[in-house]
């Protein structure tokens, strides 16, 4: 079996979840013992990502003179002879020499369109109907594969669940937090709440802020750390935190490179994640896998991927927030016990299961269950 792959994530400045899947998938399937040949096909030069030399994973770039969808990929798919293609950001070209693999990693534009700008929401929705013409749709939980049955109205048997993985930067062992990793780093040594993931609605980051100014009036606390890519949202959730009085205790982070990131899960005494939505949550494993304590929602695949090992809560009642963050903080016996389960949690999830799922839906597209 021969497949090409949309691989123009790996030439990403600053991976975010869907470019982490992208580099963290070909490298695991890189690894497979006797797995398929797989082209990685980019649209201009890209560091080798990691990947085993001699194995069944090659990077060929391809230079787009036309639409790269359209035109350039298409062509380069029916000259190399793949039996199967894969994308990992849905959209489908609207011509294909061969059969097709999406992956669906939530349908947010559906639940929360209120949170995307009209271009965006026309692209996801665009993204939405590509599911429905693939060969076969790759979810990344049950809880998309459910919500791409029941929006989207794909059957089943053209659906395949492949949980992600957790990439080996995340472990308890290694540095915590240097004091200059940030602007307000050299006030954390004390400990301090994180939030990690994009700055954006959806999140649910004006009811955090709020509850955590609860906290802090009611019992003390330490600094709140949002760490993402800052924009307009990250203003509007500065002066939230300026109204509740606590605009000197929420710092922002910006984006945090993998190795940075991996120090703040390390050296956080909770990670707190109340999202209104999410196909998988990859913080939550990241955090679990650190070692780190975490505070989540009960909706979504929230509560699916934390499992028993964190703390869910309602995300839309701040009360229930506050409670949390209450608990977590006042128990340093209740923090202990979910550090250590989160780990356990966290192993089920690995980049090679990944690999092997995603190989083994390949093989159904082509040839049935």
């Not at 990077?59 to 969808?69: F, K």
Request: proline residues 7%; positive net charge.
């Amino acid at each position: 079996m021969r497949v090409g792959f949309d691989a123009r994530a790996l030439g990403a400045e600053r991976p975010s979840g869907v470019e982490r899947y992208v580099v963290n998938l070909l490298r695991a399937l890189s690894h497979l013992p006797d797995g398929p040949e797989v082209i990685a096909y980019t649209d201009r030069p890209v560091a080798e990502p990691g990947l085993r030399k001699g194995g069944p994973v090659r990077v060929c770039v391809v230079r787009a003179r036309r639409g790269w969808l359209r035109a350039a990929l298409p062509w380069r798919l029916w000259r190399d002879r793949v039996d199967l293609v894969h994308l990992p950001s849905t959209i489908l070209p609207p011509l294909l020499p061969c059969p097709a693999v999406v992956t669906v990693h939530d349908l947010a534009w559906h639940y929360h369109p209120d949170t995307y700008a009209p271009a965006d929401l026309r692209m996801q929705r665009r993204a939405g109907r590509s599911a429905q013409r693939a060969a076969h749709v790759i979810a990344v939980s049950e809880s998309t594969a459910r919500d791409v049955r029941q929006v989207l109205d794909v059957p089943r048997e053209r659906i395949s669940v492949t949980p992600l993985g957790v990439s080996p930067s995340f472990s308890p062992d290694g540095p915590r937090l240097a004091a200059d990793a940030f602007p307000g780093a050299e006030r954390l040594s004390g400990g301090y709440l994180l939030y990690a993931g994009r700055l954006e609605a959806r999140k649910n980051l004006l009811r955090l802020v709020e509850a955590y100014a609860q906290v802090r009036r009611a019992a003390g606390a330490p600094p709140l750390v949002l760490a993402g890519a800052l924009g307009d949202y990250a203003d509007e959730v500065a002066r939230a935190a300026q109204r509740a009085g606590v605009g000197e205790e929420v710092i922002f982070a910006g984006y945090l490179a993998e190795e940075t990131l991996a120090a703040a899960y390390r050296g956080a005494t909770a990670v707190v994640y109340p999202s209104l939505y999410e196909g998988v949550g990859l913080p939550l494993l990241e955090a679990m896998a650190s070692g780190a304590p975490v505070v989540t929602a009960n909706r979504s695949a929230m509560a699916e991927t934390a499992g028993e090992a964190a703390l869910l809560v309602d995300p839309e009642s701040v009360k229930a927030i506050a409670e949390a963050l209450c608990r977590v903080l006042s128990d340093a016996g209740l923090r202990a016990r979910m550090a250590g389960a989160g780990l356990g949690r966290s192993r089920l999830f690995t980049w090679e299961r990944t690999a092997q799922e995603t190989a083994a839906a390949w093989r159904r597209a082509l040839h049935g269950p």
